[in-house]
Structures are given as C-alpha cells and as structure tokens.
C-alpha cells in the first residue's frame, strides 16, 4: 500500500504536486503536474511578474538574492515596474571565513549600479547544522539536501514580502529527443508549502509562480537555444552561465553579466565544512526520492508537442 500526499502551488494552484510513500522502505516519488488554466497571450515577463507581485501584503518586494540570474531578473522586473525593493543576501560564514565571496560580490556590484536597497544577513553555519537547527526547517518536507534549510532559514529574516528566483521546468531539445520537460526536484519545491506553514506572505518560485510565466520562459528557451548563437549547449558550466545570460536578454533584460557559479553552497571544501555528511545523514532519515514531471495542453501547445510526462533531468 502506498501513502499519497497531494497539494498545490503557484497561481491558480496550477501545480499539482503528488508525493508518493511507499510502506516497505521503497523510494518515494515525486510528482509535478502543470494544469491547464485560462491565461494571457504574448505578454512580457516583465508585466507578468509586475501581476505576480500585485497582490503582496506589504509595499516592498524583498528578493532572496544569491547573486544569480534568476533573482537578478527578479530584481530588475521590480526596477522596471517601478515596484519597491529590497535585495537580501546570505553571508555564509565558519570560523570567522566568509563561504560565499562569490555570490556577496556579485549581488553587491549589482545592488550598488542599481541603486537597490541591499541587506545582508550572516549564518553561522557550523553552528547551525551542528546544533541540529536544519532539521526544524527540512524534516516537515522530507528535504534531503542540507543547504535547503538555510534558503528557508533567510525567508523568515524577512521583514517585507519576500521572492525566491526560483526555477522554471527546462525543455530538452536534441536530435534524439522530441520536446520533454525536465523536472524540478521534491527538494526544491517545498518553499510555497513552507511559507504557508509558517504563515509568511510571499512567493517561493517566481519564475514559475504562474502557468503564464512558465510558457514565457519555455518559448523564450526555445528560441535561444534554437538560434544557435551558443554553439553545443550542454546545460552544464559556462554553457549554463552563458546561455542563461543570453535568455535573458531575448526576455529584455540587456544589461544581464554572465557568471559562473562555482563558488559557495557550490564548492565547499569538505575540510571546512562536510555538507555530504548532513546529507547523509537526511537521506537516512528520509529516503531517497525520484521527481517526475506532467504537462497537459496548455505546455504542450508552448512547446509544439503532445501531453507528456518525463523524469530525466537536463
């Protein structure tokens, strides 16, 4: 017999999330399902996420900002909106050193030539896993990636309506393969629950927060990936860093810096601090799990293909 845990996200609760539990031990399974809803056409990602924020309980927009793309387009949509905001960056520290120079530079460079009201707040890293305070944050959610904790950690720091970037589903488009999604996984799709839980207003992915804006993404992949400017892109690397910044720019974002991510939760030397070990040790705890994704007509439409389900990631 298998347990079902069913709820949903995102606007017009077009996402349906199954999790799946198996009573002998097996794995859990985790499913997403993007349900059809009656939406806008031909709109930019820009007014779309001005509509995202229209209906937040304060005046300022507070975006979770690692230094990334995602939260920097975030960022300038409520620039371009003209949408109060404030950026919040995660000082990650041990032993009195700085983990994430990387991602503090570039959010702070950014801020800076903005103009953006930044706020960074430290985490005591070594203390906040070694005294078991991860765990109030991950195991509601049977989370089994450690640094989930801290992201979840930083929406209750906020003080105004807070915004993860967030991820959208990526298309695979290869010769082999007709169009298919790839799945976000069940550890990154517990910020909405999560605020709603611990009765914070804001938005735990922005970037599909709505069916509207999921198909804006995926069109607008579509298009970088087939104009073949980028070369061979394998998802990985500097092919990530550089196709994610080109994306960008076809969705209006022309001033978008290319970065690779190679440092902080990234590249934590195990020395310093064993993020494999609380890893370990939630996987014990929780299982393992594999994340699937469905689309109905709507998403199939988008990307010129039929109603589908897939969980091989890109």
């Known amino acids: 017999m298998t347990v079902e845990t069913t709820w949903h996200a995102g606007q017009d609760s077009y996402k349906k999330y199954t999790l799946h539990m198996p009573n002998n031990n097996g794995q859990r399974l985790f499913s997403m399902e993007l349900l059809d809803t009656a939406i806008p056409k031909h709109r930019s990602i820009y007014e779309i996420f001005h509509d995202h924020l229209a209906g937040r309980q304060t005046t300022t927009v507070e975006v979770l900002y690692s230094g990334g793309l995602d939260s920097e387009l975030v960022l300038h949509s409520c620039l371009a909106n003209k949408i109060p905001v404030r950026a919040i960056t995660m000082r990650l520290h041990i032993n009195g050193f700085t983990l994430n120079t990387h991602d503090l530079y570039y959010s702070e460079k950014f801020c800076r030539n903005a103009g953006i009201e930044y706020k960074i707040v430290s985490l005591d890293v070594q203390k906040f896993f070694s005294s078991g305070d991860h765990f109030q944050y991950l195991n509601p959610y049977l989370i089994t990636q450690p640094h989930v904790a801290t992201h979840m950690w930083l929406f209750e720091q906020c003080t105004g309506f807070p915004v993860l970037g967030g991820e959208y589903p990526w298309p695979w488009v290869t010769s082999e393969d007709k169009v298919v999604l790839s799945p976000i996984r069940h550890n990154y799709n517990q910020y909405d629950r999560f605020l709603v839980d611990r009765n914070i207003h804001g938005i735990g992915s922005m970037l599909d927060y709505s069916l509207e804006s999921t198909i804006c993404l995926l069109k607008m992949h579509l298009v970088t990936m087939e104009s073949g400017s980028l070369g061979e892109f394998n998802g990985r690397g500097l092919g990530i860093a550089k196709f994610k910044a080109e994306l960008w720019k076809n969705l209006g974002y022309h001033g978008v810096e290319p970065r690779y991510r190679g440092y902080g ?45 897939n969980d091989r990631y890109f």
């Open 265 to 309: 939760w990234e590249a934590v030397n195990i020395l310093d601090f064993n993020k494999e070990k609380y890893a370990m040790e939630l996987i014990a705890k929780h299982g393992l799990v594999k994340s699937s994704i469905s689309w109905n007509n709507e998403i199939a439409l988008a990307l010129g293909t039929t109603p589908g389900s």
